[in-house]
T-cell receptor
């Protein structure tokens, strides 16, 4: 399964864009890139996912390089409530009794601190 | 709408005591279910996953076990807790072949 590399921590000023990088140089052709975040003492929250094309939703934008070896999560206007650990994950296929499950392995993530 | 419940929210147990954490999902049928653990200052570690009643797969050898007695019920157990079992335990579910997992509120376990 493809592994990811993220910086352990980043700071961002409130109201500015937060750009969180992720390297996944061993990603295979059918693997998706997911982003989750975990606010302190809460369960992880799904943010966005993508395969090849850039994606945008109400929470964030995901930019995936053409070779798919890295990606960037963009929070366009960071707020104090965006302070959390952000996990970049590559989907691992799970096959059990011919039923494909969705197994995600979380690494260390990036601790984003949004400052006033 | 779908919801996922975990209990208890917090638990303090002595070393050597048994453990039972419960997770239930409402509003969906035949979900994939997962147990994760997050030790202090570390990322999430997948412990068990299940694609159906009675079907459990373990990701790492450990002092814990899991069971799925009903379609939407997932239980994490231990016969004798170790200090190293302390952590934040999260249950999650996903729709078959979906790309999103939904997490419960978690149980914070402290083994003393």
């Amino acid at each position: 399964d493809a592994k990811t590399t993220q910086p352990p921590s980043m700071d961002c000023a409130e109201g500015r864009a937060a750009n969180l990088p992720c390297n996944h140089s061993t990603i295979s052709g059918n693997e998706y890139v997911y982003w989750y975040r975990q606010i302190h003492s809460q369960g992880p929250q799904y943010i966005i996912h993508g395969l090849k094309n850039n994606e945008t939703n109400e929470m964030a934008s995901l930019i995936i390089t053409e070779d798919r070896k890295s990606s960037t999560l963009i929070l366009p206007h960071a707020t104090l409530r965006d302070t959390a650990v952000y996990y970049c994950i590559v989907r691992e296929p799970l096959i059990l009794n011919n039923n494909a499950g969705n197994m995600l392995t979380f690494g260390g993530g990036t601790r984003l601190m949004v400052k006033p | 709408s779908q919801t996922i419940h975990q209990w208890p929210a917090t638990l303090v147990q002595p070393v050597g005591s048994p453990l039972s954490l419960e997770c239930t999902v409402e509003g969906t049928s035949n979900p994939n279910l997962y147990w994760y653990r997050q030790a202090a200052g570390r990322g999430l570690q997948l412990l068990f996953y299940s694609v159906g009643i009675g079907q459990i797969s373990s990701e790492v050898p450990q002092n814990l076990s899991a069971s799925r007695p009903q379609d939407r019920q997932f239980i994490l157990s231990s016969k004798k807790l170790l200090l190293s079992d302390s952590g934040f335990y999260l249950c999650a579910w996903s729709v078959r072949d979906s790309y999103e997992q939904y997490f419960g509120p978690g149980t914070r376990l402290t083994v003393t």
